[in-house]
């Protein structure tokens, strides 16, 4: 999924196309970067326990899993995906303002479910206009979305630098601007037309499965590495609240969220290389086990440096992982059912991320940062499951390429 093309003008794309597009990516990338690490906070400040936090940042995840793939089948029929994606940014933006007159578990759940369902579709829209692109102009999609990863970093090193000074009310104003930035995305991004193939999110509710989706391999693959992205849930939920606990400062936070990202992002600058050397099933397999071991050291008492190593492993336990995953669709499913296999793996991991982010509630109120043991279990799961997959496998589609398959 690599062309020359770079940031030039290209003969029949919209000026500018892949620079507005890598400004769009960023505008979802800041909101994400406040409101994963931090909006946990305020839910704190709000004297919610562990338990009605769990089921706050639960439940808008199983909504957004069926109001997804609902506005993307809108987007492919109206002919312009970026009129949903206005849609999408001012309805956002409005449910953020509305968060500065709500207090009490029960309006916030059902502010934040709102508030996740319009944002759901954002940055898979996004993702279609900037795959067209690529389709049809030959663009770089890895080189436009690398933007929206370093926004991501700066918006958690701002807001851990607000968070220190303001404690968890510096929350909603960063948020709303952050959903501020999503409407001037909305206004910038290309207008490309009706699309010439679904959008990768409109096809869980459109499409069925593909034989090539039944197979076992496939199946085994995606519900695997799902589980390891589940896995995640508890770091999302409660790793700010307990390093907040353990008085680490909001500039430190800030600096742990972002490393795992950086991380991320140089093990996608160096993922040709390590196809050319690794079988993809070593890949996935390595990534499984990578997270199992990060959960089961997480409780340890351990000074920043520790958790720091910690977060740099998320190259392995998410960036690896998830060019693994794409390569090998590539491989097995036909190109016409890409679709399909794309809205299989977004359905799979918003149902798994929502349960583990339930249980995780639960788990964190009961047995604090030993929770995290729990979170070792569900990547356990996953990797059985990657590992069950390799030996289902043919054999011929197992040997290492000497160019990256698209991720």
């Known amino acids: 999924m690599t062309a020359p093309s770079g940031f030039t003008v290209t003969a029949g794309a919209p000026p500018y196309f892949a620079a507005r597009i890598a400004l769009v990516f960023c505008a979802p990338m800041m909101v994400n970067g406040i409101a994963l690490p931090f909006f946990p906070v305020w839910l704190e400040t709000l004297s919610m326990n562990d338990f009605q936090i ?21 987007a492919d029929r109206i002919g312009e995906r970026s009129v949903v994606l206005m849609w999408s940014g001012v309805l956002s933006l409005a449910t953020a303002l509305l968060f500065f007159g709500v207090h009490g578990f029960w309006p916030v759940l059902l502010l934040y479910t709102l508030q996740c369902a319009v944002y759901s579709p954002y ?17 770089d999609y890895s080189r436009m979305r690398l933007w929206g990863s370093l926004a991501f970093i700066v918006a958690t090193m701002i807001g851990g630098w607000l968070a220190g000074l303001y404690g968890g009310a510096m929350v909603l104003p960063a948020m709303a601007a952050a959903f501020a930035l999503t409407v001037v995305g909305a206004v910038i991004v290309p207008k490309i037309g009706r699309p010439r193939r679904p959008s990768p999110i409109a096809a869980i509710a459109t499409m069925p499965a ?17 589980l390891v992205n589940a896995s995640h849930a ?10 907040r606990k353990k008085g680490f400062s909001g500039t430190d936070i800030g600096l742990l969220w972002s490393v795992g ?5 140089i093990l996608f600058a160096c993922a040709v290389r390590l196809r050319r050397r690794f079988n993809l099933w070593s890949m996935m397999i390595f990534g499984c086990s990578a997270a199992v071991g990060r959960w089961l050291v997480f409780p340890l008492e351990m000074p920043f440096a520790g958790y720091f190593v910690l977060q740099c492993l998320h190259a392995f336990t998410f960036a690896l992982l998830h060019v693994s995953v794409q390569s090998r669709m590539v491989e097995r499913v036909a190109e016409e059912q890409e679709a399909a296999a794309q809205g299989l793996y977004f359905f799979y991991t918003g149902i798994f991320m929502a349960a583990a982010t339930f249980i995780s509630g639960y788990a964190f109120n009961w047995y604090g940062v030993d ?27 197992d040997q290492p390429q000497s160019v990256a398959s698209g991720g």
């Open 54 to 74: 769990g089921i706050v940042l639960a439940l808008p995840m199983f909504v957004r899993v069926f109001t997804a793939p609902a506005a993307g089948v809108i």
């Open 123 to 139: 940055v898979p829209i996004t993702d279609a206009i900037a795959l067209s692109g690529v389709r049809r102009w030959n663009f």
């Open 210 to 226: 593909a034989r090539t989706l039944r197979q076992r391999d496939v199946q085994l693959m995606l519900i695997g590495v799902s």
């Open 234 to 243: 508890m770091l999302y939920a409660f790793s700010v609240i307990y390093w």
């Open 261 to 265: 990202v950086l991380a991320e992002v």
């Open 371 to 397: 929770g995290f043991y729990l979170m070792s279990v569900i990547a356990a799961a996953g990797l059985v499951c990657v590992v069950a997959g390799r030996f289902a496998a043919p054999r011929l589609c």
